[in-house]
């Protein structure tokens, strides 16, 4: 019924407004190609960020820029939020909840989503941080518990209630660990009759090394720092189960939790198409060299769902791959319209950082290695750089200023929960329960 | 279970973390009582901005106040999150979801609910805008109207999702309808596709006048100032049904809209006790003039749950009546203690303030009537002023300044829809469907 609108001179669309997909969007439509670009939601998640959202330090609205906003300086860039449903690669048409639109030209940019690798439980009661609900989600969950721990006599229930799981040891889980260490000085100054020292950070990882897509001695770094700042790690350590006030571990260690946050696996969130395709390793599409889809040369790949062919080094999935694919993309599609043939992706790799909490960090830039606070603070001034909007820069700004300098935290809203019986301390809603183990 | 952390020296418990109650906590506190604030939220709403928030004009954590930060200054004060059950006034124990609590003195402020007056559908289908997550929903709520009119082809769908109807011509109201056609300006500029001068703000009101507290002149004002930057004023019109489609006026009119916000009344949100109080109008607690409740000498009552007997000119039900109260039962408390008689309390009028939008407000400061700019501007500021938390206070002015003088919006965020089949279009999640008359 929506037809009208999008098929006029409609050539290429790109289906995900993530940081692919919007630079995809930009490039193209910069070129003087009409383009479309469809999201569900009608902003742009600064994924970087989410973690701070979650721990309560910035605003969900500074890192979630409005995809209008960038149609407004664009001519030929139309936006549609939207649920893809079904791709028809052989009519070119994209079947979404409320519309059937016809395409020269695609781009898929889904990106991924969290994997829970069949661990029972973990789908229900684990919180995933891969979106700005889901970090609001964990933001209310974390305060609530305290909350509710303040008042709770029960030596084992306050225990469970601050104790707090984060499995995956990668640059997700070694930051969120690190900002739950800096909020417990926020909870000092909040709870005077709680004993801080209760609260427990554990971070669960299976490998024997953290950040593992960094050099091993980085890795190294960020695991005596986790520690010396009260982080218990447990390596080479893998979870088995997870129920609403615990997580089991291989070894059968029991931990008594009332919050599991899951960092540790993700997969391609593939959009149904009609074809089989290939796929690689975490449900990824494999790609020619030039993102081009393997039989469907007018259907381009990229970020977190693609899978290049060829490519050494591989990619980790960081934002500037897929920034560079964007653009890379918009080149090699104006070459196929001026018949001319696309131009394998190169990665320029400009250096890796990672934050760890407490003025650390890491980094690679080169050949050297960084640790401390000179990469703590570069995280931060490149992270502000990218993030989209002037207004949320000096906004997100103000907000470090807050919490890095004053120690204290500016979002300590606890939004939208039930009050029905209990807090709802668990991801299920379900009641705090004592563990029988 | 959680008696152990209240009761050991506990006097005075305040039930209520609104402008009263937090008034009455902080007054009572830095007397030096002990002093136990309940509130089932942890934060203060700051509700006359509520309408801005329901506009995407500010972020919801500007508004919320962190009641623990109060305690953080005042040695002798408490924070309980929880949920008051009933309260016992005979053996003085509140009964909290999670809680016995004891007190000597109790201050009573729970404040006042949206009332439907009984209207069929209005409790399902008509939008409240009583607190923060009511007045998300709405900025959730009519973002996805428009953006779903963007793509609707059906002419009469698309008026439908353009309809605003708001009933209740007080300030809320006037407010709501006044930044809506602010808003009219953003979605200009966000969807060059759609014709905006579809979008339709009706006001529907049962009185002959707008702004019944103020003088007449007042309100004659606000009604051309409504008319002549397009608002629909209905007056003396009253609904008779609300549907997930349309609103039908008794005089038999229907209107087909996706979209009522229902601002029309308001009743007093009582707490469960063991005995039968004596009421007034809208179920407010009939209190002495020394705002203690009638047999229950230390029971106070204040804010928009008290009906003070014999008090001329009766109290509107807005902030400074309710901060004032909250600093007479603070000393009247004290006169208590000191074993002397509680005294009447008095209201110090100030002034009142209305703010209609597009850079034009009312007020009368003593006998002076203002209209316009002027008192457009003081609205802006004495709010501000009383904004609690001087960060928020700086960024809600540059919240303002990007839409007053910038014409735009900082907070488009569509969040925690599901997109399950189509957009969530009215408050029930129900699909829009062509209304049948």
Redesign the interface.
């Known amino acids: 019924?929506?037809q009208?609108?999008?098929n006029q001179k409609l050539r290429a669309v790109v289906v995900g407004g993530g940081f692919g997909g919007m630079q995809a969007a930009q490039s193209l439509s910069k070129m003087g190609l009409d383009t479309l670009l469809i999201d569900?939601?009608?902003?742009n998640t600064f994924v970087p960020l989410l973690y701070q959202v979650a721990a309560g330090q910035i605003?969900?609205?500074k890192i979630?820029y409005?995809l209008?906003?960038i149609?407004?300086r664009s001519k030929n860039l139309?936006f549609?939020?939207?649920?893809v449903r079904h791709i028809n690669f052989s009519d070119q048409l994209i079947e979404t909840?409320?519309?059937v639109i016809p395409y020269n030209f695609l781009v898929l940019a889904t990106g991924s989503q969290t994997r829970y690798l069949g661990v029972p439980g973990a789908d229900q009661h684990a919180f995933s941080m891969r979106n700005?609900?889901e970090a609001?989600a964990i933001r209310n969950h974390i305060?609530s518990c305290v909350?509710?721990a303040?008042?709770?006599?029960?030596e084992r229930l306050r225990q469970q209630l601050l104790t707090f799981v984060i499995v995956g040891g990668g640059a997700t889980g070694v930051e969120l660990a690190g900002t739950l260490v800096e909020l417990k000085r926020v909870f000092k100054?909040?709870?005077?009759?709680l004993d801080v020292r209760q609260v427990r950070i554990i971070l669960v990882q299976s490998h024997n090394t953290l950040l593992g897509d960094l050099p091993p001695a980085l890795g190294r770094y960020a695991l005596r720092k986790l520690i010396r700042i009260g982080v218990k790690v447990r390596l080479e350590s893998r979870v088995s189960e997870v129920t609403p006030t615990s997580v089991r571990l291989e070894s059968g260690e029991r931990i008594s939790s009332a919050t599991v946050i899951w960092t540790a696996g993700l997969e391609a969130a593939r959009p149904s198409v009609s074809d089989n395709l290939k796929t690689a390793s975490k449900g990824k599409l494999v790609v020619h060299p030039t993102l081009q889809l393997e039989h469907h040369p007018n259907v381009y790949v990229i970020g977190d769902l693609a899978y290049v062919k060829d490519l050494d080094p591989p990619l980790t999935g960081v934002a500037p791959e897929a920034l560079q694919q964007g653009v890379a993309v918009a080149r090699n599609i104006k070459r196929q319209m001026q018949c001319r043939i696309p131009k394998p992706f190169n990665y320029f790799n400009k250096g890796r950082l990672a934050i760890i909490g407490c003025y650390s960090g890491v980094g690679k830039i080169g050949p050297v290695l960084l640790t401390g606070f000179l990469p703590w603070l570069m995280w931060l001034l490149v992270h502000l750089v990218y993030l989209p909007g002037f207004?949320s820069r000096l906004?997100v700004l103000?907000s470090w200023f807050?919490s890095y300098l004053l120690g204290d935290r500016?979002?300590?809203?606890?939004?939208?929960h039930t009050?029905s019986?209990?807090l709802p301390l668990t991801k299920s809603s379900e009641n705090i329960v004592q563990d029988s183990h």
């Open positions: 019924m929506n009208n609108m999008v569900r939601n009608n902003y605003e969900p609205a979630a409005p209008r906003t149609i407004r139309r549609l939020m939207d649920e909840t409320d519309a700005l609900n609001i305060l909350e509710q303040n008042c709770e006599t029960d100054k909040d709870y005077p009759d207004r906004l103000a807050h500016t979002v300590r809203l606890i939004l939208n009050h019986s209990r």
